[in-house]
């Protein structure tokens, strides 16, 4: 028993420590680098367990579930630390100890409050009391749940501790997050209770509302979560620091002991995972791998639902609400001080009226991509949709060969030559036959009447969009991806077909073998760079003029009723600076015509996504035509890596990631070396050319906070992305300027 040897091996332990399994998926889910490293401190030992003056615990100096400024904690007497935080005895509330050694719950009330003000942060202490002395052992900053962190930050600004910029930091973007996630409602928690559906109930260590399937170990509810697709709740006696690959991939997690601080608790609330611990009423048994709680059997597979907030767990699945962001108060007043901070603006992708007041509500200001192509897969267009498509090509051909001729008698010319007398007549002649053909098609008579029907539903939609943003600019992205995706797949026809031919049904076969045909046509190798966006509007121009028509019959009927209308036409997928001159022209010249008709009058842009890797790279180019740049992240990703992103992401990517191949999956975090390069070439060069552009990023990418910093570091005017991400950039954004102004 050599001491020096002992200890020699203990520190050695907690080197080794950082490469094993645990360690591992701590710093995934935590972003914590590989290369980071740990530190062993050698103290000398103080006891806690030497008798019923002795004792440990380990407090917060405020409650890290709620932020509330009270102490929180608990601890036990004649014991180790050990026993406290691994939960394996059921602790008592520090507030006790004021009543159990008074002079010693003085001494810690000061020394916890000195140590908060000092550090002007809420403070995790652990203590240890030998033979009646107290011993503080260490001080840090104390992990807290979202709603702890938002509500800590806004009381010590109004306290006079931190400033305001200190406490955009001090909260994480992903709290924020947190703190929209869905909860229980209460009437449904009511009902729930009148139904003896509650089975056990305990601690309450981290709010929020966990619905899932009961999985009785760590290994069993990663596997279940991460192979099978299910949501996890891991129900354990207690945690250790071995399990810690479950509860991350758990939606919650209940145990039977254990208090406040235990090393459930601990984790849950630091990874915003609903927990409740402590609740004794359990008896779990492993070998039947099912749980007795109050009379009611829980089986391994079985339904329950957690409520971390209340401590209840119920059986079955209790239905889930969205929180109101305006009723959070301090939320609300942080990410006021956060929007008064940021340089960058946050706007919201959003394809429908509801989306739009939704994001209005959670803050943006504007919408930066309403992607028209899901208004077409609605149940009572799709008809309208498959008309267009089926009849499209034959009736392009007849429509483009009028336009040629016509083109030919504007010009005065023919292949190069100025037009003589006879070859006029003969054009005048092919031109009357065209339109002749053009007139009786069925064929373009279903198409066009197709496009007809379509431009007052569009109309419809862009109207409630600019009545939702009144007043805020809304960017309209043009149809955008490969018509088949408007057609049912290539498969299920073929087997539609196959079975009806085999059994000889002929009751809408005829239609289905239309459909296959179409879709055959339409087939294409690689359909993400095949006919879509701006090249769909260059083949096919009718689909982009009717939707312009739409977008801005629409912009002057709403500004007629007194609605503040901002309309930007993007155009997608431009890869040629001939592209846009040969479309943006004939646009503009649509909104204008509409705008004259409708006798008003107001500012409008015309832009394009820069998803192309091409794009980037004659941005100064582009400029010269366009007034707005969005980059479409998630294709220009793809385009630069050389990824289809489907296909990465299941066969290759997390491989890639866990060994150290790429620091991050480059579709959710942007690659700033990579894809970030070609944005702040495309940023630099366009606005040489037009100093005033406009720049956004509408990708996935929107609402992840470093790639917002990217954004904001190469000179972004905003970033936009779903809804419900919306306050969560704000947050980002404010920090993003804090960090680098």
Same mark, same amino acid.
């Given at each position: 028993?050599?001491?020096?040897?002992?200890?020699?091996?203990?520190?050695?332990?907690?080197?080794?420590?950082?490469?094993?399994?645990?360690?591992?998926?701590?710093?995934?889910?935590?972003?914590?680098?590989?290369?980071?490293?740990?530190?062993?401190?050698?103290?000398?030992?103080?006891?806690?367990?030497?008798?019923?003056?002795?004792?440990?615990?380990?407090?917060?100096?405020?409650?890290?579930?709620?932020? !509330?400024? *009270?102490?929180?904690?608990?601890?036990?007497?004649?014991?180790?630390?050990?026993?406290?935080?691994?939960?394996?005895?059921?602790?008592?509330?520090?507030?006790?100890?004021?009543?159990?050694?008074?002079?010693?719950?003085?001494?810690?009330?000061?020394?916890?409050?000195?140590?908060?003000?000092?550090?002007?942060?809420?403070?995790?202490?652990?203590?240890?009391?030998?033979?009646?002395?107290?011993?503080?052992?260490?001080? @840090?900053?104390?992990?807290?749940?979202?709603?702890?962190?938002?509500?800590?930050?806004?009381?010590?600004?109004?306290?006079?501790?931190?400033?305001?910029?200190?406490?955009?930091?001090?909260?994480?973007?992903?709290?924020?997050?947190?703190?929209?996630?869905?909860?229980?409602?209460?009437?449904?928690?009511?009902?729930? @209770?009148?139904?003896?559906?509650?089975?056990?109930?305990?601690?309450?260590?981290?709010?929020?509302?966990?619905?899932?399937?009961?999985?009785?170990?760590?290994?069993?509810?990663?596997?279940?979560?991460?192979?099978?697709?299910?949501?996890?709740?891991?129900?354990?006696?207690?945690?250790? $620091?071995?399990?810690?690959?479950?509860?991350?991939?758990?939606?919650?997690?209940?145990?039977?002991?254990?208090?406040?601080? =235990?090393?459930?608790?601990?984790?849950?609330?630091?990874?915003?995972?609903?927990?409740? %611990?402590?609740?004794?009423?359990?008896?779990?048994?492993? *070998?039947?791998?099912?749980?007795?709680?109050?009379?009611?059997?829980?089986?391994?597979?079985?339904?329950?639902?957690?409520?971390?907030?209340?401590?209840?767990?119920?059986?079955?699945?209790?239905?889930?609400?969205?929180?109101?962001?305006?009723?959070?108060?301090?939320?609300?007043?942080?990410?006021?001080?956060?929007?008064?901070?940021?340089?960058?603006?946050?706007?919201?992708?959003?394809?429908?009226?509801?989306?739009?007041?939704?994001?209005?509500?959670?803050?943006?200001?504007?919408?930066?991509?309403?992607?028209?192509?899901?208004?077409?897969?609605?149940?009572? @267009?799709?008809?309208?949709?498959?008309?267009?498509?089926?009849?499209?090509?034959?009736?392009?051909?007849?429509?483009?060969?009028?336009?040629?001729?016509?083109?030919?008698?504007?010009?005065?010319?023919?292949?190069?030559?100025?037009?003589?007398?006879?070859?006029?007549?003969?054009?005048?002649?092919?031109? !009357?036959?065209?339109?002749?053909?053009?007139?009786?098609?069925?064929?373009?008579?279903?198409?066009?009447?197709?496009?007809?029907?379509?431009?007052?539903?569009?109309?419809?939609?862009?109207?409630?969009?600019?009545?939702?943003?009144?007043?805020?600019?809304?960017?309209?992205?043009?149809?955008?991806?490969?018509?088949?995706?408007?057609?049912?797949?290539?498969?299920?026809?073929? %087997?539609?077909?196959?079975?009806?031919?085999?059994?000889?049904?002929?009751?809408?076969?005829?239609?289905?073998?239309?459909?296959?045909?179409?879709?055959?046509?339409?087939?294409?190798?690689? $359909?993400?760079?095949?006919?879509?966006?701006?090249?769909?509007?260059?083949?096919?121009?009718?689909?982009?003029?009717?939707?312009?028509?739409?977008?801005?019959?629409?912009?002057?009927?709403?500004?007629? =009723?007194?609605?503040?209308?901002? $309309?930007?036409?993007?155009?997608?997928?431009?890869?040629?600076?001939?592209?846009?001159?040969?479309?943006?022209?004939?646009?503009?010249?649509?909104?204008?015509?509409?705008?004259?008709?409708?006798?008003?009058?107001?500012?409008?842009?015309?832009?394009?996504?820069?998803?192309?890797?091409?794009?980037?790279?004659?941005?100064?180019?582009? !400029?010269?035509?366009?007034?707005?740049?969005?980059?479409?992240?998630?294709?220009?990703?793809?385009?630069?890596?050389?990824?289809?992103?489907?296909?990465?992401?299941?066969?290759?990517?997390?491989?890639?990631?866990?060994?150290?191949?790429?620091? *991050?999956?480059?579709?959710?975090?942007?690659? @700033?070396?990579?894809?970030?390069?070609?944005?702040?070439?495309?940023?630099?060069?366009?606005?040489?050319?037009?100093?005033?552009?406009?720049?956004?990023?509408?990708?996935?990418?929107?609402?992840? $906070?470093?790639?917002?910093?990217?954004?904001?570091?190469?000179?972004?005017?905003?970033?936009?992305?779903?809804?419900?991400?919306?306050?969560?950039?704000?947050?980002?954004?404010?920090?993003?300027?804090?960090?680098?102004?």
């Amino acid at each position: 028993q050599d001491p020096v040897k002992q200890m020699e091996l203990a520190t050695k332990a907690v080197f080794n420590s950082w490469n094993a399994k645990r360690a591992i998926d701590y710093r995934r889910r935590a972003n914590i680098p590989d290369d980071l490293g740990t530190a062993v401190n050698i103290v000398t030992m103080v006891f806690g367990n030497m008798g019923w003056d002795s004792g440990t615990g380990v407090a917060f100096t405020r409650d890290p579930g709620t932020g !509330a400024k *009270e102490l929180y904690g608990d601890y036990l007497m004649n014991a180790q630390g050990e026993d406290v935080v691994a939960g394996i005895r059921n602790t008592k509330p520090i507030r006790d100890l004021k009543v159990e050694m008074p002079e010693v719950f003085a001494q810690f009330i000061e020394i916890t409050q000195k140590l908060e003000n000092h550090y002007r942060d809420m403070q995790d202490v652990e203590f240890t009391i030998e033979k009646g002395k107290l011993w503080m052992l260490q001080t @840090r900053s104390g992990k807290r749940t979202a709603k702890a962190a938002i509500q800590v930050a806004v009381d010590m600004v109004n306290e006079g501790l931190i400033d305001k910029e200190t406490a955009v930091m001090r909260v994480d973007p992903e709290h924020v997050d947190q703190m929209l996630h869905p909860q229980f409602d209460p009437v449904t928690m009511d009902a729930a @209770r009148h139904d003896d559906r509650l089975f056990a109930s305990g601690v309450n260590a981290s709010p929020g509302a966990a619905v899932g399937q009961v999985y009785f170990d760590a290994d069993t509810a990663e596997k279940m979560a991460k192979e099978n697709g299910q949501d996890v709740i891991m129900v354990r006696p207690f945690t250790k $620091p071995d399990d810690v690959h479950g509860m991350l991939a758990a939606k919650g997690i209940l145990t039977s002991e254990g208090g406040a601080t =235990s090393h459930a608790a601990v984790v849950a609330r630091q990874f915003g995972v609903p927990c409740i %611990v402590g609740a004794s009423m359990m008896s779990i048994n492993f *070998e039947k791998r099912q749980l007795q709680s109050n009379g009611k059997i829980v089986k391994e597979g079985d339904w329950v639902s957690l409520d971390g907030s209340s401590g209840e767990a119920y059986i079955g699945k209790l239905d889930l609400t969205t929180p109101d962001l305006e009723k959070q108060t301090e939320l609300m007043t942080l990410l006021g001080w956060a929007d008064g901070l940021a340089r960058l603006q946050v706007w919201a992708n959003a394809d429908y009226p509801a989306d739009a007041k939704r994001a209005r509500t959670f803050g943006a200001k504007g919408i930066g991509l309403c992607r028209t192509e899901h208004m077409f897969f609605e149940e009572e @267009r799709l008809p309208f949709v498959e008309k267009m498509i089926l009849n499209a090509e034959e009736a392009q051909k007849l429509i483009d060969q009028v336009e040629r001729l016509e083109g030919f008698l504007t010009s005065g010319k023919l292949e190069g030559r100025a037009l003589t007398d006879d070859s006029r007549k003969m054009v005048e002649d092919e031109l !009357a036959k065209a339109k002749a053909s053009l007139e009786s098609s069925q064929a373009a008579k279903e198409y066009l009447n197709a496009l007809e029907n379509l431009l007052p539903s569009q109309r419809s939609d862009f109207y409630g969009l600019f009545e939702a943003m009144d007043g805020l600019p809304v960017i309209i992205r043009l149809i955008d991806p490969p018509l088949h995706e408007f057609l049912p797949s290539q498969e299920e026809l073929l %087997v539609d077909v196959t079975e009806m031919r085999v059994k000889g049904e002929t009751d809408g076969l005829k239609e289905k073998e239309t459909l296959l045909d179409a879709v055959n046509k339409l087939h294409e190798s690689n $359909p993400m760079m095949g006919l879509r966006g701006i090249r769909l509007g260059i083949v096919y121009p009718d689909i982009m003029r009717m939707q312009v028509r739409a977008i801005f019959e629409a912009a002057s009927d709403a500004a007629k =009723s007194g609605i503040e209308v901002h $309309p930007e036409i993007m155009i997608p997928l431009t890869g040629h600076i001939n592209e846009l001159k040969r479309v943006q022209p004939e646009l503009e010249a649509i909104a204008k015509d509409v705008m004259a008709e409708k006798g008003i009058d107001f500012d409008y842009k015309f832009g394009t996504m820069i998803e192309i890797p091409r794009a980037a790279l004659t941005a100064g180019e582009i !400029a010269e035509v366009t007034e707005f740049f969005s980059f479409g992240t998630n294709d220009l990703t793809q385009m630069t890596f050389g990824y289809s992103r489907d296909d990465a992401e299941r066969n290759f990517l997390i491989t890639y990631v866990d060994q150290g191949i790429l620091p *991050e999956n480059p579709f959710q975090v942007l690659d @700033r070396k990579g894809v970030g390069r070609l944005m702040e070439m495309a940023v630099s060069e366009g606005r040489k050319v037009r100093p005033n552009l406009e720049v956004g990023i509408c990708g996935e990418h929107g609402g992840d $906070p470093s790639s917002i910093e990217f954004c904001h570091l190469v000179g972004n005017n905003y970033v936009s992305c779903s809804p419900f991400r919306v306050p969560v950039a704000r947050l980002a954004a404010a920090q993003a300027k804090i960090k680098n102004d």
